[in-house]
């Protein structure tokens, strides 16, 4: 089973960027599809972005509809790590922010599809 660590939260003001990064390890990247969530103080976690596992391309995406345009999902196979890009941050981003995998590179923004989690980032944007 893979295991996964988030890394590059911290702290920024409105209008800011940061870049988290999930690395996996434990077994082959491959044919994992993965995602971000996050999870407000007294919310619900929510979806955030998803790729999917593709041998010849960049893989699917999808995004929830409040980051579109301003958070871009990636990941490079050969480092076993999934990123994503924050741009244009809002103090509303502040959350916990997860990385998740799922071994039937099923490309949905259901959390109970995600069988593996990391521990969590924290981003907090100031206003």
């Known amino acids: 089973q893979v295991q996964l660590v988030e890394s590059g939260g911290g702290l920024v003001q409105a209008g800011g960027s940061l870049r988290l990064s999930c690395a996996a390890s434990g077994r082959t990247f491959s044919n994992y599809a993965m995602a971000w969530f996050r999870q407000a103080p007294g919310k619900e976690r929510e979806f955030v972005a998803a790729?999917?596992?593709?041998?010849?391309?960049?893989?699917?995406?999808d995004y929830a509809d409040f980051v579109k345009g301003r958070f871009t999902i990636s990941r490079d196979n050969a480092k076993n790590t999934m990123y994503l890009q924050m741009n244009s941050l809002k103090p509303e981003d502040t959350a916990v922010y997860y990385c998740?995998?799922?071994?039937?590179?099923?490309?949905?923004?259901?959390?109970?599809?995600?069988?593996?989690w990391g521990q969590g980032t924290q981003v907090t944007v100031s206003s």
């Open positions: 790729v999917s596992w593709n041998r010849w391309s960049a893989g699917a995406m």
């Open positions: 998740a995998a799922n071994d039937k590179n099923l490309l949905t923004e259901v959390p109970g599809a995600y069988d593996t």
